[in-house]
């Protein structure tokens, strides 16, 4: 099989032969040639030869899906990319929609969303975001994945004087005690 180094020889009986063969199954997807050469050897040279070769397709085949992020701890009030994609037995990217959702720390749905597979998305975590572990699920072609991620703690307030009147509000995820 040309470009695999594949090669099996076989003797023929009775104007015939038969054998079997698999792909390894991480074999890239795409067209393979099978060339069969048939030839008859007389005192060590080969003679009455014949050759003929078919088409052979290895189809792309999902196997996993990977979701990969900007950062694993995410700062509140900050920006981070998330990008699902589909792999297929070759390790190769598939085409496909992949389903994301978001859950925060209490298992609540936060955000969701269909990207393509490759496709990046760019999330804005309020400075107000709940701090602990959150979670992102894909699926997609049958696929399912999760990953974790964290959400850091933020110390923050926002102060505002008004009529002499001085107005702490605090804007960060956890108690502001300053």
């Given amino acids: 099989i040309a470009n695999t180094g594949m090669n099996i020889t076989r003797e023929i009986a009775n104007g015939s032969f038969e054998t079997n063969f698999s792909f390894p199954e991480n074999a890239r997807s795409g067209n393979y ?3 069969v050469k048939v030839y008859e050897e007389v005192e060590g ?3 009455n030869k014949g050759e003929s070769s078919i088409t052979i397709y290895v189809e792309q085949t999902p196997r996993s ?3 990969a992020e900007s950062s694993q701890n995410v700062k509140p009030g900050e920006n981070v990319v998330f990008k699902p994609t589909i792999y297929d037995q070759a390790g190769d990217m598939v085409e ?3 389903g994301l959702k978001f859950y925060d720390n209490n298992g609540n749905l936060f955000f969701q969303k269909i990207l393509n597979s490759g496709q990046e998305e760019e999330i804005y975590f309020e400075t107000n975001s709940s701090p602990g572990y959150w979670k992102v699920d894909a699926n997609g072609l049958g696929l399912e994945s999760e990953r974790l991620f964290y959400i850091e703690e933020l110390k923050k307030a926002s102060f ?3 009529n002499d009147t001085l107005t702490v509000t605090n804007v960060g995820n956890i108690k502001y005690k300053n």
């Fill in 160 to 162: 505002n004087v008004v």
């Fill in 96 to 98: 496909g929609e992949v």
């Fill in 65 to 67: 899906i990977d979701i």
């Fill in 45 to 47: 040279v080969e003679a």
């Fill in 33 to 35: 040639l099978l060339i």
